[in-house]
C-alpha cells in the first residue's frame, strides 16, 4: 500500500516551524528517522503516527490521505449499482461495505488501528498493542492491492490474544475491533 503521509507531515511540521530534529526529540526517535518518513523511504509505526496526530492535533484520516475525494466512477457503474455507495447489503451478520480499491480498504484499517490502539491501556493491553502494531505494519509495507489474506489472519488471532490474556475491551474498543474483523466481509467496486 502506497501512503502519502510524508508531505503530511513535512507540511504540518513546518506549519509550526519545527526543523526535523526538534519533531525527532518530540517524538524519541532520530532526525534520520523523520526524514526518511518525509521522503517516503519509509513509514512511522502505529505508535508513532498515533503521537503525530496528536501532536500536530490533526485527525489519523487527514495523516493516511483519507480526506482526500474520491474518484469519480463512470456513469454505467453508478446506473447499475444498487443501494447506497457506502453500504450494499449484508451478508449473515455482517454488513457489507464497498471500497474502490484494495488499498481505500487498507487505509481505513490503519486509521482504525490508530483508534483502537490511542484508546489502550498501555500496560495491562500491551499484547494487544503489539499484534495491532504488528498488523498495522504490515498493511502498510504490503505493495500489492491484495489485503485479504491479513484481514483473515487478523480476524483468527484477534480473537486468539484477546481470550488468551483475559483481556476485556471497553465497549468502544470493542466496536473498532468489530470493524477490524469486518474488513473480512467487504467488497470492492
Known amino acids: ?49 498515533v503521537m503525530l496526530a496528536q501532536l500536530f492535533g490533526v485527525s489519523a484520516d ?52 490508530m483508534d483502537l490502539v490511542a484508546n489502550l491501556n498501555q500496560t495491562t493491553e500491551r499484547p494487544f498493542r503489539e499484534l495491532i502494531g504488528n498488523y498495522y505494519r504490515e498493511l502498510v509495507q504490503q505493495q500489492s492491492g491484495s489485503n485479504m489474506y491479513v484481514f483473515e489472519r487478523m480476524g483468527i488471532e484477534i480473537s486468539a490474544c484477546l481470550r488468551k490474556n483475559g483481556i476485556v475491551l471497553s465497549p468502544e474498543n470493542a466496536k473498532r475491533v468489530d470493524q477490524l474483523i469486518a474488513m473480512n466481509y467487504v467488497r470492492y467496486l
Open 1 to 49: 500500500m502506497k501512503i502519502a503521509i510524508g508531505p503530511k507531515i513535512k507540511d504540518q511540521r513546518e506549519q509550526r516551524e519545527w526543523s526535523q530534529q526538534v519533531l525527532a526529540e518530540k517524538l524519541r526517535v532520530s532526525r534520520q528517522t523523520i526524514s526518511k518518513w518525509e521522503l517516503g523511504k519509509s513509514y512511522p509505526d502505529l505508535e508513532s503516527l
Open 62 to 113: 487527514y495523516l493516511l490521505g483519507m480526506t482526500q475525494p474520491v474518484a469519480k466512477r463512470p456513469w454505467y457503474r453508478v446506473w447499475f449499482r444498487k443501494g447506497s455507495k457506502e453500504t450494499m447489503g449484508t451478508t449473515e451478520n455482517h454488513s457489507v461495505k464497498w471500497y474502490s480499491s484494495g488499498q481505500a480498504r487498507a487505509k481505513a484499517a490503519t486509521a482504525i488501528m
